[in-house]
Nanobody, 126 residues
């Protein structure tokens, strides 16, 4: 089992940057596939990015089209932390951002992730 705590949200102007962090408890963090999702007011939760556990020799990453080229997901297994670096932020990026973890699933479906954090709010002003 893993517990997740997000941080790093805040208010930023359009075009600015933020880095979100998700700290995980547990000694098996490195075996979990991790994802970032977001939910804007009145909208469904949507996929942002995912990073696999390091199976053979490399991590795999996957992004939603809306953030490809602007956001970067990474992980530091020594720190039990996954990051979401966000650049060129737009007002439409405003949402609560959640990290998620799953031992077996790597992908964009929120339904497949077993563990979730409480979220951190990101507001992008125009």
């Amino acid at each position: 089992q893993v517990q997740l705590v997000e941080s790093g949200g805040g208010l930023v102007q359009a075009g600015g940057s933020l880095r979100l962090s998700c700290a995980a408890s547990g000694r098996t963090f490195s075996r979990y596939n991790m994802g970032w999702f977001r939910q804007a007011p009145g909208k469904a939760r949507e996929f942002v990015a995912a990073i696999s556990w390091r199976g053979a020799s490399t991590f795999y990453t996957y992004y939603a089209d809306s953030v490809e080229g602007r956001f970067t997901i990474s992980r530091d297994n020594a720190k039990n932390t996954v990051y979401l670096q966000m650049h060129s932020l737009k007002p439409e990026d405003t949402a609560d951002y959640y990290c998620a973890a799953d031992l077996n699933y790597y992908g964009y479906s929120a339904l497949e992730y077993d563990y979730w954090g409480q979220g951190t709010q990101v507001t992008v002003s125009s």
